[in-house]
């Protein structure tokens, strides 16, 4: 996979990621339901502590499984 060049979130300007917005965060979310690695998602690290806390947040709500079997 190649690594895109800029973060996603630096160049759509969104600063803050909603945890209920699951589709969205799927995308940073692997087949196993890990969270991505910033190296192949390509996301800064102050986006990459955002995103991990909003992983976080939906599956404590349910919203993303823990595990996938």
């Known amino acids: 996979m190649i690594r895109p060049t800029q973060c996603a979130f630096c160049s759509l300007n969104i600063e803050n990621l909603d945890y209920k917005d699951a589709a969205f965060l799927r995308r940073f ?18 986006h990459q502590r955002k995103l991990s806390i ?8 349910g919203l993303l499984a823990f595990i996938r079997r």
Request: hydrophobic share 30%; proline share 4%; net charge positive.
């Open 29 to 46: 979310v692997s087949s196993s339901a890990k969270i991505t690695d910033p190296k192949y998602t390509g996301t800064c690290a102050r």
């Open 54 to 61: 909003a992983v976080k947040r939906a599956r404590y709500m």
